[in-house]
Structure formats: structure tokens, C-alpha cells
């Protein structure tokens, strides 16, 4: 059973930086592609990145590409999202999720954490 947990969120002004990371406690991350997506007070859930871990594959949203990175780490099996230059539109939930397929779409995901919020000050 894949359990993803999120961590890393917070409050930060704008132009600051925060790390996030997703963990699975079965040590499972390499077995998928590994998803960041975001959801805004009133918005629907949207992509950010997402990292294939073997292939070694990465995708962005245009909006993040040059300020958002994403990484894995092999020995303590996470995966994380670097947030440099943050925006005040930064401000969401982040989740992590799993997917067998190399996709970007919420229908494609097979596990979600529970998110982790971020909020930027202007």
C-alpha cells in the first residue's frame, strides 16, 4: 500500500524560497512517477512537476519551470520540489501523487498524500 506524506509547507514572503518533500513509508517512490499538483481556494487542482524516477524524465508547468525544481533521492527515498521565487499565486495546497503512466492529469494518479499548504505573503 503506497502512503505518501507530504511535508515542507508553510508561510513565506514573496521572492522567498521553501522545500517540500514526499515520502512513502513503504518505500515504494521509485515504483512510479511521482507528481506534484496544487489547488488554490477556489480553483480546481492543477499540475506543477513531476519526475519519472528510472527514466529520470522531468516535467513542469510553464508557469514554475524556471523557479520550481524537482528532485529524487535514491537513499532516503523521497521526492522533493524546490520553490524559489515565490509568488503570492504560489499560494495552495501542494499534494504528491503516484502514477503508473507518464502523465500530467489528476485522472491518471493512482495515490494521493494529503497535502501540505503553502501560502505566500505579498
Known amino acids: 500500500q503506497v502512503q505518501l506524506v507530504e511535508s515542507g509547507g508553510g508561510l513565506v514572503q514573496a521572492g522567498g524560497s521553501l522545500r517540500l518533500s514526499c515520502a512513502d513509508s513503504g518505500r515504494t517512490l521509485r515504483n512510479y512517477n511521482i507528481n506534484w499538483f496544487r489547488q488554490a481556494p477556489g480553483k480546481e487542482r492543477e499540475f506543477v512537476a513531476a519526475i519519472s524516477w528510472w527514466g529520470g524524465r522531468t516535467m513542469y508547468q510553464d508557469s514554475v519551470k524556471d523557479r520550481f525544481t524537482i528532485s529524487g533521492d535514491n537513499a532516503l527515498n523521497t521526492v522533493s520540489l524546490q520553490m524559489n521565487s515565490l509568488k503570492p499565486d504560489d499560494t495552495a495546497v501542494y499534494y504528491c501523487?503516484?502514477?503508473?503512466?507518464?502523465?500530467?492529469?489528476?485522472?491518471?494518479?493512482?495515490?494521493w498524500g494529503k497535502g501540505t499548504l503553502v501560502t505566500v505573503s505579498s
Open positions: 501523487a503516484a502514477s503508473a503512466t507518464w502523465a500530467w492529469d489528476v485522472r491518471y494518479m493512482s495515490y
